[in-house]
T-cell receptor, first 110, second 115 residues
Framework: QKEVEQNSGPLSVPEGAIASLNCTYSDRGSQSFFWYRQYSGKSPELIMF????GDKEDGRFTAQLNKASQYVSLLIRDSQPSDSATYLC??????????FGKGTKLSVIP | GAGVSQSPSNKVTEKGKDVELRCDPI?????LYWYRQRLGQGLEFLIYFQGNSAPDKSGLPSDRFSAERTGESVSTLTIQRTQQEDSAVYLC?????????????FGPGTRLTVT
């Protein structure tokens, strides 16, 4: 089992819809969880991090964490074409090392 | 302010040659990380530097890979006797410190192609 798993997609949603991106992780000792957005040919940029069970909202983005199920998700409300990118889930086990999933490619259709 | 910079942006080299990749972190960032991203894959952790502590080299895939950092500034990643499987984008990141909530800021990467 891979340490961090994501569906590779592509995930296509119409403009204005909610995009739901999912990530599972194998190590129960994982402490914090990150969502990065990566546009094609560009470097990753952090969208959100979460380390407590429940939801964390920031504008149109909501991160959800369920440690019992070892599951973290990212919801994007009112999706825009500019949200089209690959979304990387990353998990931190120790104080500094991030383990990344392969990413989910999101396409928002105008 | 200036972000993380990396050079060169692209490097094409012949199999068997050595290459050196450079990273300039954000000024004042004590932590520096190197990652590798193969086409269509996630990021693989390679090495981590924190201040004057011994680096964590646990992610380096072979002894052909090495990295150095001078104090809290520039880092170089060296790949000796390059192989075709080394072709990837090499990303450098830096952060103010280590651990949550210190965000890792990524540089633009160096695209390495080994022919």
């Amino acid at each position: 089992q891979k340490e961090v798993e994501q569906n590779s997609g592509p995930l296509s949603v119409p403009e204005g819809a909610i995009a739901s991106l999912n990530c599972t992780y194998s190590d129960r000792g994982s402490q914090s969880f990150f969502w990065y957005r990566q546009y094609s040919g560009k470097s990753p940029e952090l969208i959100m991090f979460i380390y407590s069970n429940g939801d964390k909202e920031d504008g149109r983005f909501t991160a959800q964490l369920n440690k019992a199920s070892q599951y973290v998700s990212l919801l994007i409300r009112d999706s825009q074409p500019s949200d089209s990118a690959t979304y990387l889930c990353a998990v931190r086990k120790r104080s500094y090392q991030l383990t990344f999933g392969k990413g989910t490619k999101l396409s928002v259709i105008p | 302010g200036a972000g993380v910079s990396q050079s060169p942006s692209n490097k094409v080299t012949e199999k068997g040659k050595d290459v050196e990749l450079r990273c300039d972190p954000i000024s004042g960032h004590t932590a520096l990380y190197w990652y590798r991203q193969r086409l269509g894959q996630g990021l693989e952790f390679l090495i981590y530097f924190q201040g004057n502590s011994a680096p964590d080299k646990s992610g380096l895939p072979s002894d052909r890979f090495s990295a150095e950092r001078t104090g809290e500034s520039v880092s170089t990643l060296t790949i000796q006797r390059t192989q075709q499987e080394d072709s990837a984008v090499y990303l450098c990141a830096s952060s103010v410190g280590a651990g949550t909530p210190y965000e890792q800021y990524f540089g633009p990467g160096t695209r390495l192609t080994v022919t």
